[in-house]
């Protein structure tokens, strides 16, 4: 699908620990809708030196 991209890791750096988290969207008789997955980092084991900048895609309404 080309959704991500495996490259080396960088000299020096320690990535961060994640895991996938699966979900079924269900209709009103239990058919399956949608299935998801989200890839949740674990940010409490994140060194305070790699957080200088945090990234959130949010948009405003008027620009949709």
Same mark, same amino acid.
Do not use: W
């Given at each position: =699908? %080309?959704? *991500?991209?495996?490259? $080396?890791?960088? /000299? %020096?750096?320690?990535?961060?620990? #994640? =895991? *996938?988290?699966?979900?079924? /969207?269900? %209709? $009103?008789?239990?058919?399956?809708? /949608?299935?998801?997955? !989200?890839?949740?980092? #674990? %940010? $409490?084991?994140?060194?305070? #030196?790699?957080?200088?900048?945090? *990234?959130?895609?949010? #948009? !405003?309404?008027?620009?949709?």
């Amino acid at each position: =699908m %080309g959704t *991500f991209e495996i490259v $080396d890791k960088p /000299k %020096g750096c320690n990535p961060i620990p #994640s =895991m *996938f988290t699966y979900k079924l /969207k269900t %209709g $009103d008789h239990c058919q399956i809708i /949608k299935y998801k997955a !989200r890839l949740c980092a #674990s %940010g $409490d084991l994140q060194l305070q #030196s790699e957080y200088h900048e945090t *990234f959130a895609p949010t #948009s !405003r309404f008027t620009a949709i």
